[in-house]
């Protein structure tokens, strides 16, 4: 999967539940779920025994909406290059 740091740029892999989610706009208050495949970008990394990540998802405008805390099973690192092998 490779690793995530701080300020990566992620997908959610499963549909994230309301009540695990932060909603910071009002007019996102009827929301239910998000999605499979709504981006996001890492804000903070949680280590220990059970990683998880702290993700803020934000609009086209970079109005953040909504926050959720997702283990590393739930997200996908996204990449706008691809590694070059050395």
């Not at 999967?1 to 539940?17: Q, W």
């Not at 932060?22 to 890492?42: A, H």
């Amino acid at each position: 999967m490779g690793t995530v740091t701080s300020l990566d740029t992620v997908a959610n892999l499963k549909p994230i539940a309301r009540d695990r989610l932060t909603l910071i706009e009002p007019e996102f208050e009827s929301i239910q779920q998000l999605p499979v495949g709504q981006v996001g970008t890492v804000l903070e990394i949680y280590e220990g025994a059970s990683p998880s990540y702290l993700i803020e998802f934000a609009d086209l405008e970079g109005r953040e909406y909504a926050m959720a805390v997702l283990t590393p099973d739930e997200v996908l690192p996204l990449h706008y290059e691809l590694p070059m092998a050395s």
